[in-house]
């Protein structure tokens, strides 16, 4: 997440709010966000998949979160906070999704990304009061 916004809002430096709590806030950063397209799709059918893309720009690291769906031509896209997160599903793989969201959103040469399925990781990430965060796991 945004450190700086983590930290100032949630007294934690990486903090994954659950979308009740994000509700409430009306303000998040990218996972926030991510977190918050997860709950409120799922009424419609699509699994919590929450994409990390890592990218190296300027010898400096950075990371993102989006949310992460697929259509049912098999097509990727994806739904964050900036207006270069939300792509349309028109990508083939996870792989080249990521190498955009890097490109268009600032984050320089991909380096990694990873997809976690926010339910089975934290299956109450919607309502409940701790933090959800996938960096333990990245």
């Known amino acids: 997440g945004g450190n700086d916004f983590d930290l100032k809002t949630y007294g934690e430096s990486d903090y994954w709010a659950s979308f009740k709590r994000i509700h409430e806030k009306k303000i998040d950063d990218c996972d926030g966000g991510a977190l918050a397209a997860a709950a409120l799709l799922s009424d419609d059918g699509f699994p919590p998949y929450i994409l990390i893309v890592k990218g190296h720009f300027s010898g400096e690291e950075r990371m993102h ?61 919607i309502d409940n009061d701790r933090n959800n965060s996938l960096m333990k796991w990245f």
């Not at 599903?89 to 600032?106: D, F, N, R, T």
Request: proline fraction near 3%; avoid cysteine.
């Open 65 to 125: 979160a989006l949310f992460l769906y697929r259509n049912t031509e098999g097509k990727y896209g994806s739904i964050g906070i900036n207006k270069a997160d939300t792509i349309s599903p028109l990508m083939e793989s996870v792989e080249s999704l990521s190498e955009s969201i890097a490109k268009e959103g600032g984050l320089g040469t991909l380096v990694d990304y990873e997809v976690f399925d926010l339910g089975a990781v934290s299956p109450d990430f």
